[in-house]
């Protein structure tokens, strides 16, 4: 169907009933929900319709139906944008990351559409194509699977909080915490405390792992201090206490510090910071006496009754930056790419001596 014919065949549908939602008259006509959705930004230019989320109304109808209060957007690049956001977790980490981008949408006249993939790759690639059949400009995304496929759809893409992972994501904008810095942050406090025999405990299965254990190590080969441990670095997996994927690592970890092998830790996430203060103080260890604690990602680490101290990401500065970044490249579709590393933080408190 020519483009023209369905732009009749949109305004035809909502003379009749007001309003359509996109993805069901795509369905209706046999086009993908893109190009209905293209169709209604064309008319919505011509001041024609008046978009909204997810499908379009007629600017009368959307009138009687506002808010009174409410003004309707101008034609073109004045209008609210709608920007989908697709999370794996909306707990822990993410509501500062999700406060951040809610924040600078509203700035910027856009709204925020969020949804929580639940670490499921599967469902995260649903939960993408659904917002972008009801209409989306732009998508920011953190992945859980490959991340290829973002390159080819139809509206902008930013990934959030994940580094590129390989050449064919070279295309895609992409917004994340400097994670190796952080843990080079940690080191270097530590070792200017006069710590020299250094452990990293984390979980390796978490995304940025990887990440923390390059910044540990190359903090600690620039500090000239010596690994404590045949290997310093001890990986609690994906398990919590009371499994041996936890315990052993763990307790290597509790019998070279008793035997003064290892005088300061840095732990990640913030939850197991906490699990390994309680284990230390129940071996009668002294913190930051006989050993000191860094905490990575802030969540929780100040509440402890040794307060922690601990690396904090800018999670709220990624959230907005990534906005930015969006709505610069919907506005400028072929301006140069952007890699954005955002600087954590190290907030020092009673646990490294502070």
Known sequence: MHAEHRHQAILRRLREEGSLRVSDFAAELGVSPVTVRRDVEVLADRGLVARVHGGAMLPETWAETAPADAVPAPPGRGRERVIGLVVPSADYYYPEVIKGAREAAAARNARLVLDISGYDAAEERAQVERMIGDGVDGLLVVPTGPRGWYEHLPVPVVIVERRPESDETAGIDHV????????????????????????????????????????FDAGVRAAGLDAPLPGSVLDTGDAGPGSPEYDEPVEELLDAVAAG??????????????????????????????????????EVAGLADVPL??????????????????????????????????????????????
């Open 176 to 215: 994340v915490s400097d994670h190796v810095h952080g843990a080079r942050l940690a080191v270097r406090h530590l070792a200017e405390a006069g710590r020299t025999r250094l452990a990293l405990l984390v979980r390796g299965t978490s995304p940025t792992a990887r990440w923390i254990v390059e910044g």
């Open 261 to 298: 092998r290892v005088d300061a830790v840095v732990a990640h996430p913030d939850n197991h910071a906490l699990a390994l203060l309680r284990r230390l103080r129940a071996r009668s260890v002294q913190v930051p006496g006989d050993v000191a604690i860094v905490a990575y990602d802030d």
């Open 309 to 354: 101290t601990a690396v904090a990401p800018a999670k709220h500065e990624v959230g907005a930056s990534a906005v930015e970044l969006l709505i610069r490249r919907i506005d400028q579709p072929d301006a140069p790419r952007h890699r954005l590393f955002v600087l954590p933080r190290l907030r020092v408190r009673a646990s490294s001596g502070g």
